[in-house]
């Protein structure tokens, strides 16, 4: 596969790190793997699906679902309950690859062998949401209240008459879910959008307090309660909200906005118009990013489209909200040492030297010709204490480019050999 046009497009800015130092509104979230349901069939079994399990937490596709496939074979076909929890594993990898047919599948397989499994119908719904089918989607979500009364399911409901217009019937299952579990911060963010639509911004604004304080670090939580605090004539409040948002997510075009709003009802045009200014631009940005982001759902098998897509989200300042699909781009395409390389800057700038380590050393594998890398993978070695595994690293750099200005720098400012 060739590196995508925006991974290629100012990599080199990207790969020379320094030296010293290390939606508004949330999307549906699929629940948790299933419990391994005892007995399992043998102990090879419950081994590969335990270890398909983890992989699947890091983010390693392949080998998760292959694991699962060696789970499967090692449960004979009578043992039903075991081969259902496999296959629900399947479904929500698939769903994370957005293989949404594979995905639908595997959650039907789960029900044909276990009709009462918890949560294949929650994740149905959320599949068929995620399609725009709203009212398939509501289905699943009713299906799944007679298995489980689980109130997290009225949320997703919640969420879906919301889209649907059906106002009345998106309040009633938010308030339903909170009085079953008042600590869901999803309900009550969703419920303050709703009340905020109503107009009831009092109402919205202890509704985004609360969700906010079960949720401290999640920026678009903070931009709802700011912009309520600012609806509510709470300036001051709004102020500091709004800027621990763009804080937290410097590209957020609406709490720019909102606060140059904020700022302006203070008497401070000068320091509004400054945030003014870069909305149109955040704006823009964002829109790239949803549609790079739609890329990804109607072409889940080209690795360029999530690769496109990571790039972005890296270049956009959410080096965190990459890897996903960093991961995903190396999954279909594993040979491509640009990727290999973007994903390695991402986790030296989440501070993670230790995740970023093989995929330098892929990257150098499969292209030794790459300066860049090699530079990167002597910091990283740096990092993690190996001053001798640097060296070698950027001695072979300096191999490759003698007039690099950087590359005897960084060899200078190792300790001497013994």
Not at 75 to 98: E, S
Not at 204 to 210: E, N, Y
Not at 241 to 254: D, F, S, V
């Amino acid at each position: 596969m060739h590196a995508p046009a925006l991974a290629r497009i100012g990599l080199l800015l990207l790969l020379l790190l320094p030296a010293a130092g290390p939606g508004c509104r949330p999307a549906n979230d699929a629940p948790e793997s299933p419990r391994l349901r005892l007995p399992p069939p043998s102990p090879a079994a419950a081994r590969y699906l335990i270890e398909a399990q983890h992989a699947f937490r890091q983010g390693n596709w392949q080998v998760a679902l292959a694991l699962t496939d060696s789970a499967e074979h090692q449960a004979p076909p009578d043992h039903r309950a075991f081969r259902a929890d496999v296959a629900f594993l399947r479904g929500r990898i698939y769903g994370d690859l957005n293989q949404v047919d594979q995905a639908v599948a595997a959650y039907e397989q789960v029900l044909a062998l276990d009709p009462t499994y918890r949560g294949a119908r929650l994740n149905l719904g959320n599949l068929a949401f995620r399609r725009g089918r709203l009212r398939e989607a509501l289905t699943h979500y009713r299906e799944e209240l007679a298995v489980q009364d689980d109130p997290r399911v009225r949320v997703y409901m919640g969420h879906a008459y919301a889209e649907l217009g059906r106002v009345d019937s998106a309040r009633q299952a938010y308030e339903q879910a909170l009085a079953r579990n008042d600590s869901l911060a999803e309900a009550h963010i969703r419920l303050a959008v709703l009340l905020e639509d109503n107009g009831e911004l009092e109402q919205a604004l202890a509704r985004a307090r609360r969700a906010l304080a079960l949720k401290p670090n999640d920026p678009d939580y903070r931009y709802i309660a700011g912009n309520l605090l600012l609806q509510n004539g709470l300036l001051a409040e709004a102020e500091a909200e709004l800027r621990r948002t763009i804080e937290q997510q410097p590209t957020h075009a609406k709490a720019h906005y909102s606060l140059s709003v904020a700022l302006a009802r203070q008497g401070r045009q000068d320091d509004a118009q400054r945030y003014l200014a870069r909305v149109d631009s955040l704006r823009q940005l964002e829109e790239s990013l949803d549609t790079f982001q739609r890329r990804t759902r109607l072409y889940p098998d080209d690795p360029a489209a999530w690769a496109t897509y990571g790039y972005a989200l890296y270049r956009a300042g959410r080096p965190a909200d990459a890897i996903r699909p960093l991961q995903v781009a190396l999954h279909l395409g594993p040979g491509n040492p640009d990727v290999h390389v973007l994903l390695a800057n991402v986790y030296m700038s989440q501070r993670r030297p230790q995740d970023a380590l093989p995929h330098y050393q892929a990257a150098v594998q499969q292209n030794p010709a790459m300066t860049d890398a090699w530079i990167n993978l002597g910091i990283c070695r740096a990092r993690l204490g190996d001053p001798e595994g640097a060296r070698q690293a950027w001695t072979r750099a300096l191999d490759l480019a003698p007039n690099h200005p950087q590359i005897r720098q960084y060899l200078a400012s190792l300790p001497p050999t013994p």
